[in-house]
C-alpha cells in the first residue's frame, strides 16, 4: 500500500518550471530515495510534498487522502516531517529544548518515553543535551534535526541531503542510524541524497532524477547493479 503517491506532478517557482510530470510512490515501511545532481529538482519534490512550492500542478495523496492544496502546516499535522537541507536547528537553544520544540504540537503524555528513546538511539545527543545546538559539530546537528523530526511521531519521514557537508564516517553513522531505525520502527521515509551508494545501500525503492524528470527507478538493488544507471546517472 502506498503511503505517498505523486501523479503527474509539474511545479516550480513563480515561472520557472522544474519538476515535469513526476509519478512517485512509496510504500508504507518503505525507505525510497531520490537520486540526482544539483539542480536537477530534488530539493524541489520535497517542497511539492509539504505545500511549500507557489505552484504545483497533479496531484500528492498522503494515505489516501489528497493533499496537493493544503498547507504546510496542515500536512505536517497529517503525519508528514521534513528535515530541511541545512538542518534547521535552533542554534541558540539546547539539544533538549530542540528536541521538545519537534513535540509542541503532541497532546499525548509519551514525550518524555520518546526523549529517552531518541537519546538513546542517538548517544550523542544524550551526551550534549545541555548544550547550545549552535556549539556542536554539523553531524551532531544533523543528528539533532532528525530526532526533533522524529518527535512529531511521524508516519513519513522527508529528508534533504542528509550528508551535505559532513565528513565520511559521520554520513556512514547517519545513514547507518536511519537504516536502523526503519528497520526497527518501520518508519517510512523519502530521501533526497547526492551520495548514491550509501542512500542505496539503506533503500527499497530508488528514482533519479534529471532536469526535472525521472529518467530511471525501480528495486534499489537493481539499480545499484545496473551499470548504465550507475554510469550515467550514480555516478560509481
Known sequence: MSLLELRDVSGGYGPVQVLRDLRLEVAEGEVAVILGANGAGKTTTLRAICGMLDRVEGQ???????????????????????????????????????????????????????????????????????QAAGSMSGGEQQMLAIARALMSRPRLLL?????????????????????????????????????ATLALAIAHRGYVLETGTIVASGDAAELTADEGVRKAYLGF
Open 60 to 130: 500528492v495523496f498522503f494515505d489516501d487522502s489528497e493533499v496537493t492544496s493544503r498547507s504546510t502546516q496542515a500536512i505536517a499535522r497529517a503525519g508528514v516531517a521534513h528535515v530541511p537541507q541545512g538542518r534547521g536547528t535552533f542554534t541558540d537553544l539546547t539539544v533538549d529544548e530542540n528536541l521538545r520544540l519537534g513535540a509542541i504540537n503532541r497532546r499525548d503524555n509519551g514525550v518524555e518515553a520518546d526523549l529517552d528513546r531518541w537519546y538513546e538511539a542517538f548517544p550523542r545527543l544524550a551526551e550534549r543535551r545541555t
Open 159 to 195: 529528508l534533504d541531503e542528509p550528508s551535505l557537508g559532513l565528513a565520511p564516517l559521520i554520513t556512514k553513522e547517519v545513514f547507518d542510524r536511519l537504516g536502523e531505525i526503519n528497520r526497527t520502527e518501520g518508519l517510512t521515509m523519502l530521501i533526497v541524497e547526492q551520495n
